[in-house]
């Protein structure tokens, strides 16, 4: 499929398909100012112009009255299989919902209703071209990045990403601690394994240590190793973690969970860089890199008494704070191409890519498990899939009850404000660029910016911590 020429030509090329004589002139006419317009009356025309001219998106009429059967259902089914990212809006008349609704099932981007509003429609093509444009981008930049990643499985193209990716390559050839923030599934323990993975350590063991998940009696034996005898229940010799990652890295994640006991002789280890065995007589010396991890703000642990401000000195010495996905838009599809990518040579599946529904939703989804939530909803849907096309139930993002009181404004409002919400992230908070960028003049964009009651400033705040 030639889904770059999708991306890269000059101007977007628009195919309308209709019967009505009338419909089409009145659409060349209010879009030919924008697009590139192509017209075809019946399907067999139109599919002839989709195969030679590749249109953006197709405006097409669901009936299609003509003495064959194929009608825009038909036309629909041919584009879907085709697999491109093609955007097609259904034009309908008084059909019955149920006809519409198997369209959009189908792979229809929207529908519009006639007596066409050339106002409303113009959005509708605006946003559904702008939806390609994202998506075609992050197919290109994911198989680009498939190429030239440094950090073999870290995914992500996003600033606060290569942010990450610089401290990484500034930490690895150091013996630093290095202490990871981020909420859960944002990829601390991936990022850790990188900096192991890439330092000149990484022929040495790599040893991951949950202090939240071992009990603390046990945890100063599995940290330290304790000799025969030092306890009940010691009836032989045993190494800990930390003797285990000599000449390596041990990574202690869920930092924050760590007793105050725990945290004085973790604190000692690294101001001594030796261990004593528990009921051991001999300090034994060990080379070991510390990478730490927490999804709590130590900070405020500190403030309230449950974490050494000393121990935190000792380990923070450069800290790298993962970002949530929700705040990682132009990742998020990145992301997600990725794991379908993965997970279809897993299980060994066609499924070319995710709907136009299932994208949105993917967008303006919170994300609270981050990117193994992401992940685990494509591969779930990956192996519950039965076409080739993901859709929102496939990734269980399909919210029936939240959907039925959904009308079409609440939808394209929140559409409207996601891409906003982009555009200004691009543009650091510059309004007249975001404008340009959206299509729409300032002053347009001024009165959606008050009505959703977007903060613009939040935007040059932000952007200026990652410049
Ligand atoms: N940037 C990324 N690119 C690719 N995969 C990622 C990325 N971030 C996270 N993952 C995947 O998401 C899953 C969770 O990542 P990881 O275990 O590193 O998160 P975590 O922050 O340690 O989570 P927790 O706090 O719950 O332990 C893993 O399968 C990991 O491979
Ligand atoms: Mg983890």
Same mark, same amino acid.
């Given at each position: ?14 195919? @309308?398909?209709?019967?009505?004589? %009338? ?71 008084? #059909?019955?919902? #149920? ?18 509003? !050339?106002?409303?429609?113009?959005? =509708? !093509?605006?946003?559904?071209? $702008? ?16 190429e030239e990643r440094h950090f073999d499985d870290i995914i992500g193209d996003c600033q606060q990403m290569q942010e990450v990716y610089s401290i990484i390559k500034r930490v690895l050839s150091t013996d630093v601690p290095v202490l990871i923030y981020g909420e859960s599934g944002t990829g601390k323990e991936l990022v850790a394994r990188a900096i192991h993975y890439q330092s000149i350590r ?6 991951? =240590?949950? &202090? ?27 190494? %800990? ?16 969970? +760590? ?14 860089k030796e261990i004593e065995r528990v009921g051991g007589k001999q300090p034994l010396q060990v080379n070991v890199r510390i990478v730490a991890a927490t999804n709590k703000n130590l900070e405020s642990e500190i403030q309230k008494q449950n974490f050494r ?7 923070? @010495?450069?800290? =790298? ?11 998020? +599809? ?8 993965? $997970?279809?040579?897993? $299980? ?20 609270? %498990? ?12 990956? !192996? ?5 096309? !993901?859709? &929102? ?49 300032? @002053? ?24």
């Amino acid at each position: 499929m030639r889904k770059n020429e999708l991306l890269t030509r000059d101007q977007n090329t628009i195919l @309308v398909v209709d019967d009505e004589e %009338g419909i089409r002139s009145q659409l060349k006419w209010a879009l030919a100012d924008d697009y590139k317009i192509l017209l075809a009356e019946n399907a067999d025309q139109a599919i002839d112009i989709i195969k030679s001219d590749m249109p953006n998106l197709v405006t097409l009429d669901i009936t299609l009255s003509s003495n064959s059967d194929r009608d825009g259902l038909w036309v629909l089914e041919q584009i879907v299989k085709m697999s491109t990212r093609m955007k097609v809006i259904m034009i309908t008349g008084n #059909e019955e919902k #149920e006809f519409i609704h198997k369209a959009i099932n189908m792979g229809a981007y929207d529908y519009y209703k006639k007596p066409i509003d !050339i106002d409303e429609l113009k959005i =509708i !093509i605006k946003r559904a071209l $702008y939806i390609q444009r994202i998506e075609l981008e992050n197919e290109t930049l994911s198989s680009r990045m498939r190429e030239e990643r440094h950090f073999d499985d870290i995914i992500g193209d996003c600033q606060q990403m290569q942010e990450v990716y610089s401290i990484i390559k500034r930490v690895l050839s150091t013996d630093v601690p290095v202490l990871i923030y981020g909420e859960s599934g944002t990829g601390k323990e991936l990022v850790a394994r990188a900096i192991h993975y890439q330092s000149i350590r990484a022929k040495k063991p790599f040893i991951p =240590i949950n &202090c939240g998940a071992i009990p603390e009696n046990l945890l100063e034996s599995e940290l330290f190793g304790h000799e025969k005898g030092a306890f009940t229940g010691a009836y032989y010799q045993k190494k %800990g973690k930390f003797e285990l990652a000599n000449e390596g890295t041990a990574f202690l994640d869920e930092i924050g969970e +760590l007793s105050p006991t725990l945290q004085v002789k973790l604190l000692r280890f690294l101001q001594e860089k030796e261990i004593e065995r528990v009921g051991g007589k001999q300090p034994l010396q060990v080379n070991v890199r510390i990478v730490a991890a927490t999804n709590k703000n130590l900070e405020s642990e500190i403030q309230k008494q449950n974490f050494r401000p000393d121990l935190y000195y000792r380990l923070s @010495v450069i800290t =790298i704070t993962l970002p949530p996905l929700r705040d990682r838009n132009d990742d998020i +599809l990145l992301l997600a191409n990725s794991f379908l990518n993965r $997970y279809t040579k897993e $299980y060994d599946k066609r499924i070319f890519h995710f709907d136009s529904l299932a994208v949105e939703r993917m967008m303006t989804y919170k994300w609270l %498990g981050n990117v193994r939530e992401l992940e685990n909803r494509v591969k779930r849907a990956v !192996i519950m899939s039965t076409n080739n096309i !993901i859709s &929102c139930e496939d990734l269980g993002l399909d919210d029936k009850v939240q959907q039925k009181n959904t009308t079409l404004v609440d939808i394209v409002d929140t559409v409207q404000r996601k891409h906003i919400d982009l555009a200004l992230n691009r543009t650091k908070g510059n309004v007249s660029k975001a404008a340009r960028e959206l299509g729409i003049s300032r @002053v347009t964009l001024y009165d959606l910016i008050h009505r959703f009651n977007i903060k613009v400033n939040e935007y040059r705040k932000h952007n200026y911590q990652y410049s």
